[in-house]
């Protein structure tokens, strides 16, 4: 079984790691990684962390490109790509550019595209933008789809465009924290008896007035002595600069460059809070018990929202500094959200994942690999 990863990202190397860690250990899998470029440095620091080998770096990613850009390169890549490595199934992650050109190139080659991560559904085209998008297209061209939680398999049920055959697993992402928690173990993070607040900020849609918002929010909770408040800044040039603009200099402010997994990871653990938009937090502060305000207006996370360990706040100044402040203040209101919950797996997606591989290959599987460009495309493996 020839299976082939096409990542491109920091996030989808993360939620790679663990399914090319549990495929190494199986006989019957060769697996193969591929990295689009998209990010560059930061795919590269996730790859160091978790030991990653990467077959072939397509370094497609430039300063600046569109997501159109991008997308119109992994499709022109891919075809060569795959009449060399000639895999049986594209393994793709979540919601990037990388994840979707590569899926949709792939199936236009008539190959098998598995999704990890699918079904996931803010039910707004608009938010994330291009992520919604870009799921619901992947989840509509998979043969094999993962949906992490019984809600995902219900997105995926409800759309009549979804053909593949669903397996509930858990979120990899999980097995990724447990993993690099495991090798962080005894490192707690000294904060000087300030209680952490960790934030994190990168999303499209947020650029501008968003980070704006979120921006004043932190300026005001700065003035209390009781806080640190770090923020680790995404490389995007256009998410920097706002941040920077509005927070260089500030006390009780820590700006940093993006950091290595094994830091945020201790960082996430040694957080009183969290206040991000992205969605890797949103998975992972629930099994480290740490509450997260999310700065999104909505959550393709209900699973998270319905244990009470996140909560929706937007980037309105005064809703951001309201929530927070009760967090900070009402040891009954933060002790509600501080439970460990595990809504997204105890860590064994990875190996869910490649057993629905293993038994795909052994059932569905086309006949024996031809040029990918001959192929006509995939029945429904419903
Ligand atoms: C709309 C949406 O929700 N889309 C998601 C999007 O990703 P995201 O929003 O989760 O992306 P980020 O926030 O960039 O990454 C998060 C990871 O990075 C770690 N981290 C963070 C800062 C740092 O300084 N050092 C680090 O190590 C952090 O702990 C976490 O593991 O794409 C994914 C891939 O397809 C999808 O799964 C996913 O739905």
Same mark, same amino acid.
Request: aromatic fraction near 4%; hydrophobic fraction near 45%; charge should be negative.
């Given at each position: ?56 770096? @397509? ?7 569109? $997501?159109? %850009?991008?997308?119109?390169? /992994?499709?022109? !890549? *891919?075809?060569? +790509? ?115 607040? @960790? ?7 947020? $650029?501008? %007035?968003?980070?704006?918002? /979120?921006?004043? !929010? *932190?300026?005001? +909770? ?124 105890r860590g064994d997606a990875a190996e869910r994942i490649l057993d629905a591989i293993e038994d795909w290959a052994a059932t569905f599987r086309p006949r024996a ?14």
């Amino acid at each position: 079984m020839r299976l082939l990863s096409v990542v491109g990202t920091r996030p989808e190397a993360i939620k790679i790691a663990p399914i090319a860690r549990a495929a190494a250990a199986r006989p019957a899998i060769d697996h193969r990684l591929v990295a689009t470029g998209q990010h560059r440095e930061l795919f590269d620091d996730m790859a160091a962390a978790f030991g990653l080998t990467v077959d072939r770096n @397509l370094a497609l990613g430039e300063t600046g490109q569109t $997501i159109e %850009a991008l997308e119109q390169r /992994i499709a022109a !890549a *891919l075809p060569a +790509l795959a009449d060399e490595l000639r895999p049986d199934m594209i393994l793709v992650q979540g919601d990037t550019t990388s994840a979707w050109g590569s899926a949709l190139a792939a199936h236009r080659l008539g190959m098998a595209v598995g999704h990890v991560e699918a079904g996931l559904r803010s039910h707004d085209l608009a938010l994330p933008f291009p992520e919604e998008r870009n799921r619901v297209e992947i989840d509509a061209v998979s043969t094999l789809l993962f949906a992490p939680t019984a809600t995902a398999r219900a997105n995926l049920e409800a759309e009549p465009a979804v053909t593949g055959r669903i397996h509930v697993t858990g979120n990899t992402g999980i097995d990724a924290l447990l993993w690099m928690r495991g090798m962080a173990a005894g490192h707690r993070l000294h904060d000087g008896g300030r209680r952490l607040v @960790l934030v994190t900020c990168h999303r499209r849609e947020n $650029i501008g %007035a968003g980070i704006a918002g /979120i921006c004043e !929010a *932190l300026r005001r +909770l700065a003035r209390r002595p009781d806080v640190r408040i770090v923020l680790p800044l995404h490389p995007n040039p256009s998410v920097r600069a706002g941040i920077r603009e509005a927070l260089a200099g500030i006390a009780n402010i820590e700006l940093l460059d993006p950091l290595d997994y094994p830091t945020m990871v201790r960082m996430m653990d040694g957080a009183h809070l969290i206040l991000s938009d992205s969605g890797g937090l949103q998975e992972e502060a629930p099994a480290l018990g740490v509450p997260l305000l999310v700065l999104r207006d909505n959550s393709e996370r209900p699973e998270a929202l319905a244990t009470g360990n996140i909560a929706l706040v937007g980037t309105d100044p005064d809703r951001i500094v309201a929530a927070a402040t009760r967090l900070l203040d009402n040891p009954a209101a933060y002790a509600a959200m501080a439970v460990p919950a595990y809504p997204y797996g105890r860590g064994d997606a990875a190996e869910r994942i490649l057993d629905a591989i293993e038994d795909w290959a052994a059932t569905f599987r086309p006949r024996a690999s031809q040029p990918a460009s001959g192929r006509s495309p995939p029945a429904s493996q419903a």
